[in-house]
């Protein structure tokens, strides 16, 4: 069974400063990987998604993401936070080829908080 | 163009009673998927519809059912309301089989007392 660790429940950054949120996921097949973003009151907003290829993805408000297979890790990064950053962020895995029909699971999130 | 529209916003219910909630997908999608979040969790997945069946279900009981319509837009149910059923439920629209495009409504906030 597929299962999604995000071992951080809560990171606080300065304002400017960079950031990293971890990702680990277990899966028997190749997975289509995720990034998405809550705000408060908010659905789930897709930052980034990695399927193939190139596993540097770059993603919307600066945002990037490196897939290492060797580490099962899909870590989300930023290189100068803003405060309207924080928010929730969820890392989800789902199955390459489109056979898991929708289904998505998902992390536990980590609630990133950003210090002025 | 209207993204993934869900309603109530929130809703309180009694433990026992039934609830349905309401999704309308994205312009142009004909698939839905329901997750539920419980708070401090992420989503899990209850199930998806495509061509008005259920295509795949998560680990929920039976008391979780749903529809999807002709227009595409769904209906969750839920049965014998529990106080573990409090969350917050979201809608997803795709095109089929395209999970990596889904779009996420704003949830509906159940409340079960």
């Known amino acids: 069974a597929q299962s999604v660790t995000q071992p951080d429940i809560h990171i606080t950054v300065s304002e400017g400063a960079s950031l990293e949120l971890r990702c680990n996921y277990s899966y028997g097949a190749t997975p289509y990987l995720f990034w998405y973003v809550q705000s408060p009151g908010q659905g789930l907003q897709l930052l980034l998604k990695y399927f193939s290829g190139d596993t540097l993805v770059q993603g919307i408000k600066g945002f990037e993401a490196e897939f290492k297979r060797s580490q099962s890790s899909f870590n989300l990064r930023k290189p100068s936070v803003h405060w309207s950053d924080a928010a929730e962020y969820f890392c989800a895995v789902g199955r390459a080829g489109g056979t898991s029909y929708g289904k998505l699971t998902f992390g536990q999130g980590t609630i990133l908080t950003v210090h002025p | 163009d209207a993204g993934v529209t869900q309603s109530p916003t929130h809703l309180i219910k009694t433990r026992g009673q039934q609830v349905t909630l309401r999704c309308s997908p994205k312009?142009?999608?004909?698939?839905v998927s329901w997750y539920q979040q419980a708070l401090g969790q992420g989503p899990q997945f209850i199930f998806q519809?495509?061509?008005?069946?259920?295509?795949q279900r998560g680990n929920f009981p039976d008391r979780f059912s749903g529809h999807q319509f002709p227009n595409y837009s769904s209906e969750l149910n839920v049965n014998a309301l529990l106080l573990g059923d409090s969350a917050l439920y979201l809608c997803?629209?795709?095109?089929?089989?395209?999970?990596?495009?889904?779009?996420f409504g704003p949830g509906t906030r159940l409340t079960v007392t």
């Open positions: 519809y495509y061509e008005e069946e259920e295509r």
């Open positions: 312009s142009g999608h004909d698939t």
């Open positions: 997803a629209s795709s095109l089929y089989n395209r999970e990596d495009e889904q779009y």
